[in-house]
């Protein structure tokens, strides 16, 4: 769930402005105030992770979720700063209800493992169309990655916070000079040429991360270059790192008969099966001689191990299978005379003797080499490829008409409505008998009742959920769906009061209106965002003010909904929501559930103030402009009512005078 949202240089935003977000966050204000700002930039880096189109370290400005045309478009107007900046704070929730069940392919798709998940993710992306790139038409399309930062923010054993971050961000210096700094072999720069076009950065609790994996023995790693797998997401570290001194350890281990409790399969597969210099072998056999036994010999009871290798290419395979063949008094002799001889000072020269074997014939100790992120890095990249690719969901303002029948939903999720909920009935009707969580809406009394709101959750099908809800809002009494093969699915609708079957071109657009919504966020899994612009558009008073009870089930289920709203009904039915709640258990009231943030622009640039609601109800500074025209008009029809009777009374009044002079 997304708890914080930043920009810097976006559209009408142009001073850094960072908002919390609830879950549920409602945006309000004047048009052309900045409202739909925050919603575009959230899926803007949606489309642009979920993207398929392969363009390493790029934004896509134009998807198939919003359309923002160039990047000097989406560019403050007049701003002297050359990047934009849009910035997250992410709290992955494990579920605590299953909206899908497990069977379910779209549960399946969707789910991602929260066991190692850190507490809080917090990503940054500077992105700009100033790229080295001879083709500027391409950047204006395509803007490419100036920085992108994040971190893991999570508590350690002893409960204190620990933070793991990465940063990459353009060349500090040109590409040929930072060939020449890492000192590696051409194969090496060939292969990772691409990757080595950026800086990278690891704190100290991410590099101990990296250092930790077994593949590498004792050295110290140098992140160098990453390679992109969803634009500006990291998917693979190159490192540069002493490979002699790491293959040098790696041996001695060996040598010293650590290597043994190592599986055999992991060291030649893994290692490459390294060649043990012969020096090395040597300078062994001048300390130890024939105390080596490599094993029993039908014409020599012990045969020595160096009289077995001394003539032929010694390999950590060869070494570790000569001593285990060895029997076990034999080894357990060797082990004893090797730790109580190998002084420290036989063992820097040894270390000396290999290493300098190892580095003959080559140009440079140092290598490059693919590496996974650290652990934590790579589980919340992980779940932020899979939240803003999966689990942010749009319907925007205008629905799609009424129709006789329904496409079929061609996308790959078939739990998708369409930006416009084209695909409702069919994705209704394919889902129709599917089990989910949900708040009924007898949880929802009426404001003349007094009664606050109930926390009671049921699983029903999504048919019985729907129909609950429609008839709450008073829009539908029943609805049935049916496919009709390659023509589509036929969906008709019950008013109240008719007791008829109609399809929606004959019942007005509130079904039309109302229907995607409730489809699309009771199939929302827990821990999704459901964005929404305008979700009252064409719909009376009454639907508008109880489609925010509805709203606020999805909150309290853990289903986030960021709304952009002129609905003061819809604002006004959360504040008496919030008002009637009264309870003595230790949760969190519905105040602290919902965030409302009133935009205005002020010389040109959005500013954003939040609108609090407290505990009673009632908003504690009424910003100017915030629904109070409904407010004003009704004081002006009550003072024009005023002075239109005084004026009759006082006509009434002359015209008695008048005859009573006559």
């Known amino acids: 769930m997304l708890t914080k949202w930043k920009l810097f240089n976006f559209k009408s935003v142009q001073k850094e402005t960072e908002l919390a977000l609830a879950p549920l966050t409602i945006f309000a204000g004047p048009n052309s105030s900045g409202k739909s700002t925050w919603i575009q930039s959230i899926l803007l880096i949606s489309q642009t992770i979920a993207s398929k189109v392969q363009s390493p370290a790029a934004v896509v400005l134009n998807g198939y979720?919003?359309?923002?045309?160039?990047?000097?478009?989406?560019?403050?107007?007049?701003?002297?700063?050359?990047?934009?900046?849009?910035?997250w704070e992410c709290e992955p929730r494990k579920p605590q209800f299953s909206s899908l069940s497990e069977e379910s392919e779209i549960g399946l798709a969707r789910t991602v493992s929260l066991g190692d998940m850190p507490e809080r993710i917090l990503g940054e992306i500077y992105f700009d169309a100033n790229s080295s790139n001879s083709d500027k038409d391409l950047t204006q399309l395509q803007p490419r990655l100036f920085q992108y930062t994040m971190s893991c923010q999570d508590k350690d054993e002893e409960d204190i916070n620990s933070i793991s971050s990465l940063s990459v961000g353009l060349l500090s210096k040109p590409l040929v000079q930072k060939i020449q700094d890492l000192n590696v072999s051409p194969a090496d720069i060939e292969a990772a040429r691409s990757a080595l076009e950026c800086d990278i950065h690891l704190n100290d609790n991410a590099l101990r991360d990296l250092r930790e994996f077994r593949d590498f023995f004792d050295v110290d790693?140098?992140?160098?270059?990453?390679?992109?797998?969803?634009?500006?997401?990291?998917?693979?570290?190159?490192?540069?790192?002493?490979?002699?001194?790491?293959?040098?350890?790696?041996?001695l281990s060996i040598l010293l008969e650590e290597g043994i409790r190592v599986p055999s399969s992991y060291i030649w597969r893994r290692r490459n099966n390294p060649t043990i210099p012969l020096r090395v072998i040597k300078l062994l056999q001048d300390w130890f001689g024939d105390t080596l036994l490599l094993s029993n010999?039908?014409?020599?009871?012990?045969?020595?191990?160096?009289?077995?290798?001394?003539?032929?290419?010694?390999?950590?395979?060869?070494?570790?299978?000569?001593?285990?063949?060895?029997?076990?008094?034999?080894?357990?002799e060797f082990r004893q005379r090797l730790r109580k001889e190998l002084s420290q000072e036989k063992l820097d020269e040894l270390n000396q003797v290999l290493y300098e074997s190892l580095l003959e014939n080559r140009q440079s100790p140092y290598a490059l080499k693919s590496q996974q992120l650290p652990r934590k890095i790579r589980t919340a990249g992980n779940y932020l490829d899979s939240f803003?690719?999966?689990?942010?969901?749009?319907?925007?303002?205008?629905?799609?008409?009424?129709?006789?029948?329904?496409?079929l939903a061609p996308t790959v999720d078939p739990s998708d409505i369409g930006l416009r909920g084209e695909y409702t009935a069919a994705v209704f009707d394919r889902y129709k008998e599917q089990r989910i969580t949900y708040i009924p809406t007898t949880c929802f009394p009426e404001p003349k009742g007094g009664q606050p709101l109930k926390e009671e959750y049921q699983t029903r099908t999504?048919?019985?959920?729907?129909?609950?809800?429609?008839?709450?809002?008073?829009?539908?009494?029943?609805?049935?769906?049916?496919?009709?093969?390659?023509?589509?699915?036929?969906?008709?609708?019950?008013?109240?009061?008719?007791?008829?079957?109609?399809?929606?071109?004959?019942?007005?657009?509130?079904?039309?209106?109302?229907?995607?919504?409730?489809?699309?966020?009771?199939?929302?899994?827990?821990?999704?965002?459901?964005?929404?612009?305008q979700p009252e558009l064409h719909l009376h008073p009454l639907v508008q003010t109880r489609l925010a009870?509805?709203?606020?089930?999805?909150?309290?289920?853990?289903?986030?909904?960021?709304?952009?709203?002129?609905?003061?009904?819809?604002?006004?039915?959360l504040r008496f929501r919030v008002a009637s709640d009264i309870t003595s258990e230790p949760r969190d009231i519905l105040a602290e559930q919902i965030k409302i943030y009133f935009a205005e622009k002020f010389e040109g640039s959005s500013r954003y103030r939040e609108v609090t609601v407290n505990k009673y109800g009632a908003i504690v500074d009424w910003p100017q402009g915030f629904f109070d025209q409904s407010q004003r008009e009704a004081e002006e029809i009550l003072r024009a009512s005023m002075a239109k009777r005084k004026q009759e009374r006082q006509k009434r009044q002359a015209q008695l005078e008048e005859e009573a002079d006559v």
């Open 65 to 87: 979720l919003t359309k923002l045309g160039q990047f000097d478009d989406l560019k403050s107007y007049g701003s002297e700063a050359n990047q934009v900046l849009i910035g």
């Open 221 to 251: 790693v140098e992140p160098v270059g990453c390679t992109f797998s969803h634009h500006f997401l990291p998917s693979n570290l190159i490192v540069r790192y002493d490979k002699v001194t790491e293959e040098a350890s790696f041996i």
């Open 297 to 332: 010999h039908p014409d020599n009871d012990q045969a020595s191990l160096f009289s077995e290798l001394e003539s032929r290419v010694v390999t950590v395979k060869d070494w570790i299978d000569g001593l285990r063949s060895l029997p076990s008094h034999h080894r357990n």
């Open 388 to 407: 803003f690719s999966s689990s942010v969901q749009y319907l925007g303002p205008l629905r799609d008409e009424p129709k006789p029948l329904y496409p």
């Open 462 to 533: 999504l048919k019985t959920a729907v129909l609950d809800w429609l008839r709450y809002l008073e829009v539908a009494e029943d609805l049935r769906t049916k496919d009709m093969g390659k023509l589509g699915h036929e969906l008709k609708v019950t008013l109240p009061g008719l007791g008829k079957e109609q399809d929606l071109m004959h019942v007005g657009v509130g079904v039309s209106q109302v229907l995607p919504i409730l489809v699309m966020c009771l199939l929302a899994d827990e821990d999704n965002t459901l964005i929404f612009e």
């Open 549 to 573: 009870d509805f709203f606020l089930s999805m909150a309290l289920l853990g289903k986030q909904c960021i709304i952009e709203t002129h609905s003061e009904y819809l604002i006004n039915r």
